[in-house]
């Protein structure tokens, strides 16, 4: 079954890594390596299966393939996650368990945060490799840069499909107000926007509606909101047969990852005229801040910024060539992503870990 899915997918490299001392399962997927070594974050969370986690660890690190590639990145795809609940299961052992899977890589792989991880959790990881990015003293938490490139790409959206960038006065349907969520509301509420939210976990959206008076919705709710933007900040493949006909707005554009259950869908949204902005494009902040630590004198917030802010440049640019073409904005991204890729593909025999 693995090397059916990694067939299916393109992978390299799939780790299963396991200590019955620490409580760790994870796995960590290299998806490819033709920019340089795969970058991309771990998540924790309490997958109902351990097939479930491995086809979430596949789409992600495939996804940040086509990410790193279009962000404009010398890296390549990666992902790990671990098997349990964020909220109960944490340790120092585990994730020095699991820095310890990191390093005997040898740097193929480069971990950050994600999903369920904090800065906290990547300075345990630290202890034990070197291949690590995300830390408290270097860029931190992603989140606010993943926030502000939403924010960003949410205005070039707006300025596609209603001839202004403003949100003010825009109602916008977040789902999921975690670390990500949070930080993209307080940019949207400082901007007029109305703010409709859902979350698994009740005191993140009571935080959400006392701080930025926003309207709070059941977690099915959310699909059925009549809206200008809906904004999918949690998991994946909310984009689906059950859901796809329920939504109510004119825009897709959230931080989340793998928001198409299938790629049937984002021809579905095309097809129902409601604007798609891929969500690798989208969401590539965070990916932009921690990569930024590789960068002259190391980590510089400002320098980050301003290259998360060109997300809203190359949403315009994916959407043009959309229209251009004739295709569904996902195939546009997805070209824009595989073009980088073949150009320095004859590099790829030249690197080295």
């Given amino acids: 079954m693995v090397f059916e899915y990694m067939e299916r997918y393109g992978h390299e490299q799939v780790v299963f890594c396991y200590s019955e001392e620490a409580g760790l399962r994870a796995i960590i997927a290299i998806h490819d390596t033709t920019l340089g070594p795969a970058l991309g974050g771990c998540r924790m969370w309490p997958y109902e299966s351990e097939e479930e986690a491995l086809v979430d660890v596949l789409r992600l690190s495939m996804g940040m393939t086509y990410k790193n590639a279009a962000m404009g990145l010398d890296a390549g795809g990666g992902k790990a996650v671990i098997i349990g609940d964020p909220r109960k299961d944490k340790s120092e052992l585990l994730f020095r368990a699991f820095g310890r899977f990191v390093q005997s890589l040898g ?93 698994l976990y009740p005191d993140r959206v009571e935080r959400a509606v006392s701080e930025m008076n926003a309207e709070a919705v059941g977690v099915d709710e959310i699909y059925d909101v009549e809206c200008d933007i809906f904004a999918p900040c949690a998991l994946g493949a909310v984009i689906n047969d059950q859901t796809l006909p329920r939504l109510k707005c004119r825009i897709v554009a959230g931080a989340a990852n793998n928001q198409l259950a299938e790629q049937r869908h984002g021809d579905a949204l095309e097809e129902r005229g409601i604007l798609y ?12 801040n921690v990569y930024d630590e590789f960068g002259p004198g190391g980590y510089r917030r400002e320098r980050a910024f301003t290259r998360v802010a060109t997300i809203y440049d190359k949403l315009l640019h994916i959407f043009q060539m959309a229209r251009e073409k004739g295709i569904p904005t996902y195939r546009a991204a997805d070209m824009m992503a595989e073009q980088r890729i073949r150009a320095l593909a004859p590099l790829r025999h030249l690197w080295l870990p």
């Avoid at 034990?128 to 938490?141: A, C, I, K, N, Q």
């Avoid at 202004?164 to 930080?183: F, M």
């Avoid at 902005?277 to 932009?288: K, S």
């Fill in 107 to 199: 740097g193929r792989y480069i971990t950050a945060e994600d999903v369920g991880i904090t800065p906290q959790d990547m300075r345990w990881v630290r202890e034990e490799t070197e291949f690590v990015v995300g830390l408290p003293e270097g860029s931190g938490d992603p989140s606010p840069a993943t926030a502000f490139g939403v924010y960003r790409g949410m205005k070039a959206c707006a300025r596609w499909v209603f001839g202004n960038e403003s949100l003010k006065g825009k109602v916008i349907a977040v789902q999921g107000v975690g670390h990500v969520g949070y930080h993209l509301l307080r940019h949207l509420h400082d901007e007029g926007a109305k703010l409709v939210v859902c979350d």
């Fill in 277 to 288: 902005a891929p969500d690798f494009i989208i969401n590539g902040g965070g990916v932009i």
